[in-house]
C-alpha cells in the first residue's frame, strides 16, 4: 500500500522536527514524511535524509516552493517563524503561502500551529497590558490567530493546534535558573502562582502526528496540547531535585519582564500576562488526558529534566 505523505514545515527545528520523527518511528502507520527546509544540503537535513525522509527545498516565505513542495502529499504540518524575524505581517504571509499551497495540492488534512487571539480576552482598550504595535496586545500569539482565516475561508481540512512553553527555552531561549549575586540558583518567570503549560518541544509534534493518524475526527477542531501545567515554584522545585542543588522560583511582574530589553520582550512579557490573567483559559484550552492520548510517550517535566539537564547552561 501506497504510505500518505505528509509534508511538513520548519522539519529540521523544533516542532517539525518532532512530527518528522514521530513519523519515521512509525514504520508501519502508513505515512511518510517530506521534510520542507531552506537547505537540503545541511546537516540536519541529511540527518533527515538518512533517517528515511524525503527531503525537499522550500522556504515559507515563497509561495512556489511551498506548492511545489505541497504537491502530491496527502497532509501538511504548516508552523511559521516569528522569533526568526519578528514580524507579524511576514508570519501572516508565511501562512498565507502554506494555507494557498494546500488548496492547490487538495490536501486532505492540514494542522495549522496557531495560538489564542488574546484579544478576545484583554481587548485593545483594556490597559491592564500595553498595546503593541498599535493592534496587538500579545503580536505571536495574535497575528498567529489572524491567520487561521486563511485556512478556514480556502475550505481546508484543518485542525487548530494550540501549543505550549517549550521546556526547550530553558535550554536555547536563556530561561534557565541563573545565578544571582549570593552564588544562588534562581529560576526567573513572570507567572506570579498561575500554572504554566509546558511540553518538551518534540512532543508536539509527535502529538501532531497523533491527530494525523486520527484523521476526520479532528477536522474543524482546535486541539491544544501539553504536558503539563505547572507553576513556577513546582518548576523550580524540579529543576533543584535534577540538579541536585537549590533553585528559587524568582516570580517577577510581566511589566519588570517587559522591561528587561531583548528583542520581543515586550511580547513575551505580555504573553505570560495573558496566561496569568487567564490561568483556567489557557491551562483548559490544554488538556493533558487528550495530549497523552495523542502521544502516550508524553514526557512529564521531570522526565524531560532527566534527558536534558545538563544541557542547560546555568551561568
Ligand atoms: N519557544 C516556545 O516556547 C514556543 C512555544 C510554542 C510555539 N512557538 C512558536 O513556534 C514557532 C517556531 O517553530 P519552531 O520552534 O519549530 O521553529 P525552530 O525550531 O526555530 O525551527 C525553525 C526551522 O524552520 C526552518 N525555517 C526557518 N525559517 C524558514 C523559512 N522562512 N522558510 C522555511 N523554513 C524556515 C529552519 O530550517 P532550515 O534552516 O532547515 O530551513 C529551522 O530549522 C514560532 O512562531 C513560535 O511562536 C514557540
Known amino acids: ?8 514545515a520548519g522539519a529540521t527545528g523544533a516542532q517539525g522536527g518532532g512530527v518528522t520523527r514521530a513519523i519515521l518511528a512509525d514504520p508501519n502507520g502508513g505515512f511518510a514524511v517530506r521534510a520542507l527546509t531552506r537547505n537540503p544540503n545541511s546537516d540536519k537535513a541529511k540527518a533527515l535524509a538518512r533517517a528515511g525522509a ?13 506548492k511545489k513542495a505541497f504537491k502530491g502529499a496527502h497532509a501538511a504540518y504548516c508552523v511559521t517563524f516569528f522569533w526568526e524575524h519578528l514580524s507579524t505581517e511576514k508570519e501572516k504571509a508565511q501562512a498565507y503561502n502554506m494555507a494557498a499551497a494546500a488548496k492547490a495540492a487538495g490536501l486532505k488534512h492540514v494542522i495549522w500551529s496557531t495560538f489564542e487571539d488574546t484579544r478576545k480576552s484583554i481587548p485593545l482598550s483594556d490597559d491592564r497590558m500595553p498595546t503593541l504595535q498599535g ?63 509546558g ?44 540538579l541536585g542543588k537549590p533553585v528559587a522560583y524568582q516570580a517577577v511582574t510581566p511589566a519588570v519582564y517587559r522591561s528587561f530589553g531583548f528583542p520581543g520582550a515586550d511580547d513575551m512579557g505580555n504573553m505570560f500576562q495573558f496566561k496569568v490573567d487567564f490561568e483556567s483559559l489557557y491551562c483548559g484550552n490544554r488538556p493533558l488526558a487528550l495530549s497523552r492520548e495523542l502521544n502516550p510517550k508524553l514526557q512529564t517535566f521531570a522526565q524531560w529534566l532527566a534527558a536534558n539537564k545538563d544541557r542547560i547552561p546555568l551561568a
Open 1 to 8: 500500500m501506497d504510505k500518505k505523505i505528509i509534508a511538513v
Open 54 to 66: 524525503e527531503v525537499v527545498a522550500a522556504k515559507v516565505d515563497d509561495a512556489a516552493s511551498v
Open 135 to 197: 493592534k496587538y496586545k500579545v503580536p505571536h500569539f495574535d497575528s498567529k490567530a489572524e491567520a487561521n482565516p486563511y485556512f478556514i475561508e480556502a475550505g481546508l481540512p484543518v485542525t487548530f493546534l494550540l501549543t505550549s512553553f517549550y521546556w526547550d527555552n530553558l535550554i536555547h531561549f536563556g530561561m534557565g535558573p541563573k545565578k544571582g549575586p549570593d552564588g544562588k540558583l534562581a529560576f526567573t518567570l513572570p507567572m506570579a502562582d498561575k500554572k504554566l503549560p
Open 199 to 242: 511540553i518538551a518541544a518534540s512532543d508536539i509534534g509527535a502529538c501532531a502526528y497523533g491527530i494525523f493518524k486520527r484523521g476526520e475526527e479532528f477536522i474543524g477542531k482546535t486541539v491544544g496540547v501539553a504536558g503539563e501545567h505547572l507553576t513556577g515554584a513546582q518548576m523550580a522545585a524540579e529543576l533543584a531535585k535534577a
